[in-house]
């Protein structure tokens, strides 16, 4: 039997075939410009991937395509989309159909129903997620406005523009002169790995996010573990930018100590516990919108904090003097974590490319973004070395005289920026910590909050524990980054498409996989022996 036309308006028609057909049922999403098929087509897919283990709607996490969303600024989360928008015409090359994120391949789109009977949302199979007020509906997520070229260029390019510009000089005083070969070779690398990420994501119209990629390449063990791994990024990138909220905090007040219950506090324990009850209201927000408005500001705030450096070094005494040493293999690896860590945007890939209304340039924005990225961190390495030579902090703002007017610019602006953007870090693990809870439970308001607040806190125990930021970034860039983007985007593109491959395309991934592991063991323990030894 079939649904007329009209029934979904002029520019809809769903297909409902007969029970002994229901299992190749067809989804169809007309034009209203154009009522041809020949460009809804689907992709095509590797003979030997026949999809994933398990419906990716059932499995955790399921808030992360929405938190995640939140990163494309210029097209920031909706929690309310009208639900006859569930059919959406795309310039995608992989067509939108019905809920991509919500339905195999081999069931059908609606139970069988009476002609005559009104077909609502309530016909459709759609599982809702619902934590601390923000409901988000699976079968509503691939409805989202789409970005220009020009509009995912700058969100491609906030995303990878962050806090690692403060530590490059740092990086460079540790590796020496030769290892800025190695800033420009890891973005070659991570750029590589995230045009693997969009060969992977256009294998099945089930796939749009990094946990999809997992779960088809290595079954519901591997969306976990993936998961798992993003959530820890996300979370350490907070502790960084509380400890680096606290570091410049106190350099403008060095004298502030108190004591609390014969508890002494330094000047470094009270700035992180003022920033950290500055942050806290901002992550129980349930709306981030704003904030993720606000946040696309990031990159030009960093660019602000390369300015002031620049006019420090060219009006100040400090001048640029040429020092250090060609190459400190002993310093390597912590250069290497470091160097990762500024290209550790690979999470927030996907979205940017399920975002683009021409998904085909993706490649050349990732391309031009790298670049970039690429040519600021190096700019920013060289003339800061060459402005503090042996003397260079972990970051650079503790470098510049507190007298300068352009000094204290510098040094406020990484005091502020952080506040935006650790609600949009934090987000995301909130979320996904609320959703393996019972329903009753994640739709508390009370327990949303309690659950926001303890991770914060523990932020806080974190950063005054260990609250060195240059070893702590090399870590994390060492350990996590290289995982998410240099080793899994291999190891998921080859799984995927395996039997499709031809030996050089194996051979280079395997070779990334294996100089990535090597890095991260080796990054990883100099990171914990660095901090061991502060």
């Avoid at 999403?29 to 809804?40: A, M, T, Y």
């Avoid at 119209?205 to 990629?213: M, S």
């Avoid at 000047?267 to 806290?280: D, E, H, N």
């Avoid at 994640?442 to 991770?455: E, N």
């Amino acid at each position: 039997m079939k649904l007329e036309e009209e029934d979904f308006g002029p520019d809809r028609m769903i297909q409902i075939e007969t029970d002994d057909e229901e299992n190749e049922a067809e989804r169809v999403c007309h034009n209203h410009e154009d009522d041809s098929e020949s460009d809804v087509t689907r992709p095509s897919r590797d003979p030997s991937f026949n999809g994933m283990d398990s419906d990716p709607c059932g499995s955790w996490p399921q808030s992360y395509r929405r938190s995640m969303d939140m990163y494309t600024m210029l097209t920031p989360p909706s929690v309310s989309i009208p639900r006859n928008s569930f059919l959406q015409q795309s310039g995608d090359k992989r067509p939108q159909t019905i809920s991509d994120t919500e339905f195999s391949l081999s069931k059908p789109l609606i139970s069988a129903t009476s002609d005559k009977e009104e077909v609502n949302s309530s016909a459709l199979p759609v599982r809702e997620f619902t934590a601390s007020g923000l409901r988000v509906s699976i079968s509503e997520q691939s409805s989202t406005q789409q970005c220009t070229y020009s509009q995912s260029v700058i969100n491609s390019v906030n995303a990878l523009c962050g806090i690692g510009v403060l530590s490059t000089p740092y990086a460079l005083k540790e590796g020496g002169w030769f290892s800025i070969a190695l800033l420009f070779a890891f973005g070659i690398i991570t750029c590589y790995t995230g045009i693997l990420l969009k060969r992977c994501l256009e294998s099945s119209t089930q796939l749009q996010t990094y946990p999809d990629i997992g779960q088809a390449a290595f079954g519901l063990g591997g969306r976990l573990c993936i998961a798992v791994i993003l959530y820890l990024e996300l979370y350490s990138s907070c502790i960084e930018f509380l400890i680096m909220m606290s570091d410049n905090m106190s350099a403008f007040f060095p004298n502030a100590q108190m004591d609390i219950a014969r508890i002494h506090l330094d000047s470094y324990q009270i700035c992180a516990i003022v920033a950290t009850l500055v942050i806290l209201p901002t992550v129980w927000l349930r709306n981030l919108s704003w904030i993720s408005y606000i946040s696309v500001g990031g990159v030009f705030t960093m660019i602000l904090v390369v300015l002031c450096l620049l006019w420090v070094g060219a009006t100040s005494e400090i001048g640029f003097h040429p020092s250090g040493n060609a190459l400190n293999f002993a310093r390597l690896p912590i250069t290497i974590g470091i160097y990762s860590f500024c290209y550790g945007s690979h999470s927030v890939f996907p979205n940017i490319y399920s975002s683009m209304d021409d998904p085909s340039r993706f490649p050349s924005l990732l391309v031009f973004s790298f670049a970039i990225a690429g040519l600021l961190y190096a700019g920013v390495a060289v003339f800061g070395f060459l402005m503090f030579g042996e003397d260079t902090n972990p970051q650079f703002t503790l470098n510049l005289p507190t007298k300068l007017v352009a000094s204290n610019i510098a040094g406020w602006t990484v005091v502020v920026a952080p506040v935006t953007k650790f609600a949009l870090s934090l987000t995301p693990v909130a979320l996904g910590i609320e959703e393996l809870l019972p329903p009753a439970q994640s739709r508390s308001q009370f327990v949303s909050i309690f659950i926001r607040t303890s991770l914060v806190a523990s932020t806080l125990v974190v950063a005054l524990t260990v609250p060195y930021f240059g070893s702590l970034m090399a870590m994390i860039g060492s350990f996590l980054v290289m995982l998410v983007s240099v080793i899994i985007p291999c190891a998921c593109y080859m799984r995927i498409h395996r039997g499709g491959l031809t030996k050089l395309q194996i051979a280079v991934c395997v070779f990334i996989i294996v100089v990535g592991a090597f890095c991260a063991i080796v990054g990883t323990y100099s990171a914990m022996t660095s901090m061991k030894d502060s």
